[in-house]
């Protein structure tokens, strides 16, 4: 959500990142590639300061729900200019920016890991490190991270999808606590601002 009121939303249907109004109605699209690469399952976003996107580029998935090539990392500035930034070895999914600025910390399905990237400049970032592995889960079971979010004390909170805990990271990537969800497929979380408040949804039904 931007300053004006107005909202930056991956559209799987579409597979865009399109700019809507705060009633919903779509004003335009910022992109539907990543660089030359047409997007295939744009899944999460995070802003950066000068208003420039970072985004996720889950991949194409297959009938097992396996990747046919690797997700991607990409960015689009103000002007719709989209550019390829990191590929990822898995399902790139939950994507934020530290408060400082200088981090971007992605969450990576399958891998059940969460990578950080050193932002270099808007739009550019070092090379992958692994900043946090989750451990409830299996690797290569469709289980892992999903939503990420940074408090206003700079803690990393991150959802696990078919667990139902969110974690509580500090900067080093070190687990401080793990909290209940509410829910075993709980995905989404959210700071309400100045009070702090975490909120979290829930966006699959419990089977």
């Not at 899944?43 to 998935?61: H, K």
């Not at 399902?91 to 530290?98: A, M």
């Not at 891998?111 to 409830?136: D, H, Q, W």
Request: hydrophobic letters at 35%.
């Amino acid at each position: 959500m931007l300053p004006d009121g107005t909202h930056i939303v991956c559209e799987v249907s579409l597979n865009a990142i399109l700019k809507l109004d705060n009633n919903g109605k779509i004003l335009k699209q910022l992109t539907s590639t990543c660089g030359e690469f047409p997007l295939r399952l744009p899944n999460d976003l995070t802003l950066e300061r000068n208003g420039g996107v970072y985004f996720t580029d889950s991949g194409e998935e297959d009938k097992n729900q396996l990747l046919n090539d690797k997700g991607r990392i990409g960015y689009v500035d103000t002007e719709g200019s989209s550019h390829f930034v990191a590929d990822c070895e898995g399902i790139p999914n939950g994507i934020v920016i530290s408060n400082d600025n200088i981090t971007l910390y992605v969450d990576v399905n399958f891998k059940n890991e969460i990578s950080s990237y050193s932002i270099t400049a808007p739009g550019k970032v070092g090379v992958s490190k692994l900043f946090a592995k989750l451990s409830e889960a299996q690797e290569g079971e469709w289980l892992g991270p999903d939503w990420i979010a940074v408090n206003i004390e700079g803690k990393i909170y991150v959802t696990q999808f078919g667990v139902g805990k969110v974690f509580e990271l500090n900067p080093r990537g070190d687990l401080i606590r793990s909290i209940s969800a509410g829910h075993q497929n709980r995905t989404n979380i959210a700071f309400s601002g100045e009070n702090d408040k975490l909120y979290r949804s829930q966006d699959h039904q419990e089977k």
